[in-house]
């Protein structure tokens, strides 16, 4: 379904919509020479117009089922055309800077069924205001999920409007906007059937104990999911994550602040809380044993925390058997290792996922976790440098269930492709990438081998990684995985990684090819 329009055309569109209905339909003559002058000859055939007999619903649900540039051309054909596509248009993208008021009236006459709204503004242009934001609330009285960026001229007002005015709404994610607590508190206050909602860079906070608590008003019991992005002072949210009874979700994202003691309050008052990500957040071990309260957690990221040990994460393990997915960016601090993985492997044997990123796990703890979680399908280790042909080897030999396996940075050579090749049955995907000693010998050998199994090799060398490793460094890392295991649609990264998969073939293409020994990193 098409999720933009252009504001900038929508005036020319009913011109070349009054153009194209002034055409004649298309017939087909047939008028074949005649060779006696005295016979009158002549057969004309006009096509029947299936697509007009077609009802509204019909030819609306084919819209739906169109990319927007193919609605945009769509909407352009006839009278008739322009009316259904506006109609059944449900998602709506549009550029939120100040000049788009004035067109509001009639873009939502046109679109006049939108339930899902993004108003988008670059940082260095003017915003919608107020006015603008609340001549939308009457228009769009059904609007379900809004999405506000840099819009930074809306304010508490604007804001209290719309919340009263679009009482169903049930996701709102807003970023880089400045109406603060009292806006945000407008939402909650009046949208009680809000259920997921997500802030990034919200502006106008107050610092200390004069900052304003959000929530958790009307959302008490339908908000399911929060997530906060690089938030100042975000504790201000307490009192709403405290509040969500049934709160299932919660992610924080550089978040500023000492985050322990409100854990501990929020895991003293709520216990449903079934994920968890903490990224680059001031957290300790007493934060991981607040977490290990909530017995039915079991998604868990700790990305960035060096302040987290083994002996947060045993508290995890212990307490939180439910666990199925885990995620660890040990930042390479060395504080999580052999002894935290161990306790996973005892307690959490329903595992399904893990991602290991800069920790140094070693066989012991490999092993454990390969004979313990049966049911492991999706594994990752990335920046290890304990992770080799051992460890490799034993994977292939304990883990029965592994499906998707991905290996980045670490000392594993050819050896270690031998080794999949006999072991893990049902391993569907190898990503091995910036392991220098795996060739794409090693890499045609494991496909020959296994003629159904997908190889992907990335020969490039590997970037030096130390403890002040990149944002960017690090994410690579994340990414890499996520298009591996668990498809993330991430459009620029998987561009990145066809790039140089398809390096890495003609790579090997060639050197079977010539015979000889040049490596794949030469190929730029």
């Not at 508290?315 to 939180?320: N, T």
Request: proline share 3%.
């Amino acid at each position: 379904m098409g999720q933009s329009t252009s504001t900038a055309a929508f005036s020319s569109r009913r011109e070349v919509s009054n153009c194209y209905r002034a055409k004649v339909k298309p017939t087909a003559l047939i008028s074949p020479t005649l060779t006696d002058e005295s016979s009158d000859f002549h057969v004309s055939n006009t096509a029947p117009d299936y697509i007009s007999e077609l009802p509204d619903e019909c030819l609306a649900y084919i819209f739906q089922s169109l990319s927007s540039g193919d609605r945009k051309q769509c909407s352009l054909v006839c009278k008739r055309w322009l009316t259904i596509e506006g109609q059944s248009r449900r998602r709506l993208s549009l550029n939120a800077q100040a000049c788009l008021f004035p067109l509001i009236p009639s873009l939502f006459s046109r679109f006049d069924a939108v339930t899902k709204l993004a108003l988008k503004c670059e940082r260095r242009s003017v915003s919608i205001e107020d006015d603008a934001l609340i001549l939308i609330s009457y228009k769009c009285r059904n609007l379900m999920r809004l999405k506000l960026r840099a819009c930074g001229e809306l304010t508490y007002t604007g804001m209290e409007t719309f919340a009263k005015n679009c009482k169903g709404l049930k996701k709102l994610s807003c970023g880089s906007c400045t109406f603060g607590a009292k806006g945000m508190n407008a939402i909650l206050n009046n949208c009680a059937s809000l259920e997921e909602l997500s802030v990034k860079r919200l502006r106008g906070i107050t610092d200390g104990t004069a900052a304003e608590p959000i929530g958790p008003g009307l959302v008490a019991s339908s908000l399911k999911t929060l997530c906060l992005k690089e938030i100042y002072n975000g504790q201000c949210f307490g009192p709403l994550i405290i509040g969500a009874k049934n709160l299932r979700t919660l992610k924080l994202f550089h978040c500023s602040g000492d985050w322990d003691k409100l854990l501990e309050v929020i895991a003293d008052q709520t216990s449903g809380l079934v994920e968890i990500h903490l990224e680059r957040l001031q957290v300790t071990d007493v934060g991981l044993a607040a977490i290990s309260n909530f017995p039915n957690l079991e998604i868990l990221h700790l990305v960035k925390t060096p302040e987290c040990t083994n002996l947060g994460l045993v508290s995890v393990a212990e307490r939180c058997k439910l666990l199925r997915k885990l995620h660890i960016d040990g930042w390479k601090a060395n504080r999580i290792g052999d002894d935290g993985l161990i306790a996973v492997s005892k307690f959490c044997t329903n595992l399904q996922e893990l991602v290991l990123i800069a920790v140094n796990p070693t066989k012991l703890s490999l092993e454990m976790l390969a004979s313990n979680c049966q049911n492991l399908e999706r594994l990752a280790l990335c920046g290890s440098d304990t992770v080799g042909d051992a460890e490799i080897s034993c994977i292939a030999a304990k883990c029965i269930a592994l499906k998707k396996l991905c290996i980045k940075s670490c000392p594993v050579s050819d050896e270690g492709m031998e080794a999949l090749a006999s072991g893990c049955p049902n391993l569907v995907k190898v990503k091995v990438k910036k392991c220098k000693a795996v060739t794409c010998d090693g890499a045609d050998w494991l496909r020959a081998s296994r003629g159904s199994l997908a190889v992907n090799l990335d020969t490039v060398e590997p970037e030096p990684q130390d403890a002040s490793a990149s944002d960017r460094g690090a994410q690579e890392n994340v990414v890499e995985f996520a298009s591996v295991v668990v498809a993330a649609p991430i459009i620029a990264s998987r561009n990145t990684g066809r790039s140089a998969s398809f390096k890495s073939r003609l790579a090997c293409t060639l050197r079977r090819l010539s015979g000889g020994n040049s490596s794949s990193r030469n190929i730029s």
